[in-house]
């Protein structure tokens, strides 16, 4: 099936919820709605993208807001909120529930299959009396509602990003956020006006939908507002290092694509030239990954680079803060090795059963002597003694002079053995993210590949295939 009307009409018949879906969605939401108002007395509202019909079929996920005043202290909004959110799970007979945190605390759990989540917020009129991140999620629901006219167009923007792992604005998928495919869908009308518009996309692209720039001479002719070159630097100096710059219709100065990394963007604008170029449903619906050790192992014998992994007890810790803190590790490791001689290929992190990270090389092993070159011979001679007496055995190389000395770390797994035998203290200070180095400061394991046969973890064996653009 190559035409792509006929395939996103099949797609759409899959993924659309059917009326019963959205009835029993609704019907628990105000059965938990009515009872925070029996028993607390206190407004609940359904979020989320029930709340505006931009959600799969299949996903039973229930964002349920309770509102509290702008006098209540924000200590009491937690309190309370905790209270409430304990009372639905345990009125509905849920034992399976658990506080999670973002700006402030939350209940979290499953009631009759579906997903739901107690969150307290404070009730403002407008956007700039926020006190907390959750407070703008009313604005974004408004908005969303009032101007998304092709709800189809979220579902299928949804299914693809999900389909190629783009999908979810946790730090530790760094992708689209259910809100950025909505804000998407309004901007360019069409899953395929998505999809097209994507591949004039530069780095740091601003998108706006609601004008917050637009003057008044723009807005007496009735144009919308073209950015100049430094309203463009000012943004991206702003938003630095963020791929993609879209501006919450409700707040000019947030990104709602903060979260967005460099990977999940470049995936999804490749993965989109891919379907515009031959238009197939398997950019929709992908089988259940397998992972084949015996055929990863083989590969990597074949490319010939050396592959080290550094094992240790998994901290507890959320995700959002354990990624973040994981890919910080890493980078800093390939950081200090690279200064060392190194030559590093590719580094990544898992979490998912085992934790750690790993690093590809081209070598595991470097010469056990570094050249160094010294000043020229044109140089002050001051600057000549004090190299020629630092080095027992210096040469001319051209006009450099030019000496031997011994490396610290011949091996990768020496290095890592060295840099991470330590305290959690001195491990800290020299950079390793605290929740980190705790764990590794009560014990790790460095290995090479030929002894990674064990591993479970398929964040690891992923991280191998690299298999993104395929």
């Known amino acids: 099936m190559s035409d792509s009307s006929q395939i996103l009409k099949l797609v759409l018949e899959k993924i659309n919820p059917k009326e019963s879906e959205r009835k029993k969605s609704n019907y628990m939401f105000l ?33 349920i807001f309770i509102f509290f ?56 009129e407008r956007a700039e009396l926020l006190q907390s991140a959750v407070d703008r999620t009313p604005f974004h629901k408004a908005f969303v509602n009032e101007h998304l006219k092709n709800t189809d167009a979220v579902r299928l923007l949804k299914k693809f990003l999900k389909a190629n792992g783009c999908y979810g604005s946790d730090l530790k998928t760094g992708g689209f956020s259910g809100y950025l495919c909505e804000l998407l869908a309004i901007k360019y009308g069409s899953f395929e006006n998505i999809l097209a518009a994507s591949q004039y996309w ?81 950019y929709f619906f ?30 507890l810790a959320i995700d959002d803060i354990l990624y973040p803190q994981l890919r ?32 590809e090389l081209l070598s595991k092993n470097l010469p056990k002597y570094l050249s160094v070159r010294g000043p020229s011979v044109f140089n002050p001679a001051e600057h000549q003694d004090r190299f020629v007496s630092k080095y027992k055995k210096v040469w001319l190389e051209g006009t450099f002079l030019t000496a031997e000395t011994a490396r610290e770390h011949i091996d990768a797994i020496g290095f890592f053995q060295k840099h991470l035998k330590n305290s959690a203290k001195k491990l800290h200070d020299a950079g390793v993210p605290s929740t980190i180095a705790e764990s590794v400061s009560k014990g790790f394991k460095v290995f090479e590949f030929k ?10 064996w992923r991280g191998l295939q690299k298999d993104l653009l395929r």
């Open 328 to 359: 910080k590790f890493s980078s800093g490791m390939a950081k200090t090795m690279t200064s060392e001689g190194f030559d590093i290929v590719d580094v990544w992190e898992f979490a998912d059963v085992e934790c750690g990270i790993a690093v």
């Open 286 to 315: 992908k089988p259940e990954e397998k992972i084949n050790t015996k055929k990863f192992a083989l590969h990597q014998k074949e490319k010939g680079t050396d592959l080290v992994i550094v094992i240790f007890k998994k901290p």
């Open 202 to 282: 530069h780095y740091q692209e601003v998108l706006d939908v609601n004008d917050h720039f637009q003057t008044q001479d723009e807005k007496l002719a009735g144009k919308r507002h073209d950015f100049s070159k430094h309203e463009y630097a000012r943004l991206r100096k702003k938003f630095e290092n963020q791929p993609l710059i879209f501006l919450d219709p409700t707040d000019k100065n947030r990104n709602v694509a903060a979260v967005l990394s460099h990977k999940k963007i470049a995936a999804f604008v490749f993965k989109a030239r891919k379907f515009l170029k031959s238009p197939s449903i398997s």
């Open 31 to 63: 059965e938990i709605q009515s009872f925070i108002r029996e028993k607390f007395s206190i407004q609940a509202d359904l979020m989320g993208s029930l709340a505006k019909d931009t959600f799969l079929a299949g996903d039973k996920d229930l964002d």
């Open 69 to 124: 005043g702008q006098n209540v202290a924000r200590e009491t909004l937690e309190r309370k909120g905790l209270e409430i959110g304990k009372a639905v799970f345990q009125k509905f007979k849920s034992k399976n529930y658990q506080i999670s945190y973002a700006e402030h605390p939350y209940t979290k759990g499953v009631i009759n299959s579906f997903r739901i989540e107690i969150v307290p917020a404070y009730e403002v």
């Open 451 to 460: 002894k990674a046969g064990k591993i479970k973890s398929r964040e690891f």
